[in-house]
Each structure stands twice: as C-alpha cells, then as structure tokens.
T-cell receptor, first 115, second 107 residues
Framework: DTGVSQDPRHKITKRGQNVTFRCDPI?????LYWYRQTLGQGPEFLTY????????KSRLLSDRFSAERPKGSFSTLEIQRTEQGDSAMYLC?????????????FGPGTRLLVL | GQQLNQSPQSMFIQEGEDVSMNCTSS?????WLWYKQDPGEGPVLLIA?????ELTSNGRLTAQFGITRKDSFLNISASIPSDVGIYFC???????FGKGTRLHILP
C-alpha cells in the first residue's frame, strides 16, 4: 500500500456544475477525514467517517456538500451547484483509531477551480 | 473556538542555519503533530508528540510537546534547500491546524 490516494488531482468546472472527488485511504485505516484548504491557510476539517458511519460534520459543510463511504473503504465527496467560493484544495486523510497513535496521513489533494 | 497560533508566519534564512518555529493555543491538546506541505501536495507528517514534555527527533528535526499541553516547537538544524515549504502544527483531539510557517532558504 502506497498511502492515501485521491482522484482527480485537479478539477476545473463552471459555476453551477456538480463535482465528485474520490479518496482511497490506507487499507487498514478505519477512519477517513475530509478537509478543505484555501490559499494561505491550514487545512480545515469538513467531516470524518469511522468505517462507513459519518460521525461528524463541520459547519463548513453546507447542504451542497455530501460525503459517503458506503463500504467503509473509499470515500466520495460531492459538491452540488458549485460556487466560486468552493475553489480550494480538498484533502483526504486516514488513520487507524484503535491504536495508541491517531496520526492522520494525508493524500495529495484535489485542487478545485470553479470558474 | 479552538485556534492554533503559529509563529513566525514566514522565515527567510541562509542555507545551513538552524530554524525554530512554534505553535501555541489557549486550549489543551492530547496530541501535537507537525506536518510539512510542498506546493500542490498534501501535508506530510514529520513528527507526532503524545505526552506533555515529550521531546522527539527525526533526523535534523526536533519537536517538543509543552508541559502545559498548550504549545509545541519544531527545530530544524543545518537547513538545506529541500526544507523549503510550509510547516503546519496540528492539535488533537478534534484536529485543528495552524496557518503555517513558510520557510524560505536564501542561497
């Protein structure tokens, strides 16, 4: 296993379109996190899953955002009716919650540009 | 809400110099993490700290978890060009990131 992967790496879309991103975590990790990062800022927490259950959602996650992890492995993040303010880097991270370490390992991110 | 304050925001140093940056918070965290992020990439974990007072090294990097669990520092010794990037601290339980310290190395 080579780590967390994300697809696509880059996405350019027009305002109003829907986009979907995918994250494949490290295989033995049961927790998966989504973050958003804008220029000059650190990553901001959006939501996380433990196995297939979505346990927490940030207030940043508007109704236009939905995330799923149907089989407890990969996850998707969908943004409906995109707005220019959605332009950002979307990061996925995973960890194993059962051990002493809860260190999160990040994927390379999906950079979204909404025109 | 919880916030992490990183300082300095930006650093310009000569190659070979030592670097020190820190992170403070008004809240207590059980774990502190230091990440480095290169442009267009996700953050990469450098050091994880789990116990108050813990001092941990990873090659030229050294980080310490403050006794009060409200602060941490990261030192880089003998900086090299590939150290250029943005360094983020992050605190657990609910993971919160600082805004980063941008490290620039002058030739």
């Amino acid at each position: 296993d080579t780590g967390v992967s994300q697809d696509p790496r880059h996405k350019i879309t027009k305002r109003g379109q829907n986009v979907t991103f995918r994250c494949d975590p490290i295989s033995e990790h049961n927790r998966l996190y989504w973050y958003r990062q804008t220029l000059g800022q650190g990553p901001e927490f959006l939501t996380y899953f433990q196995n297939e259950a979505q346990l927490e959602k940030s207030r940043l996650l508007s109704d236009r955002f939905s995330a799923e992890r149907p089989k407890g492995s990969f996850s998707t993040l969908e943004i409906q009716r995109t707005e220019q303010g959605d332009s950002a880097m979307y990061l996925c991270a995973s960890t194993y919650s059962g051990g002493a370490s809860q260190t999160q390992y990040f994927g390379p991110g999906t950079r979204l540009l909404v025109l | 809400g919880q916030q992490l304050n990183q300082s300095p925001q930006s650093m310009f140093i000569q190659e070979g110099e030592d670097v020190s940056m820190n992170c403070t918070s008004s809240s207590i965290f059980n774990t502190w993490l230091w990440y480095k992020q290169d442009p267009g990439e996700g953050p990469v974990l450098l050091i994880a700290l789990y116990k108050a007072g813990e001092l941990t090294s990873n090659g030229r990097l050294t980080a310490q978890f403050g006794i009060t669990r409200k602060d941490s520092f990261l030192n880089i010794s003998a900086s090299i060009p590939s150290d250029v990037g943005i360094y983020f601290c992050a605190g657990y339980d609910k993971i919160i990131f600082g805004k980063g310290t941008r490290l620039h190395i002058l030739p």
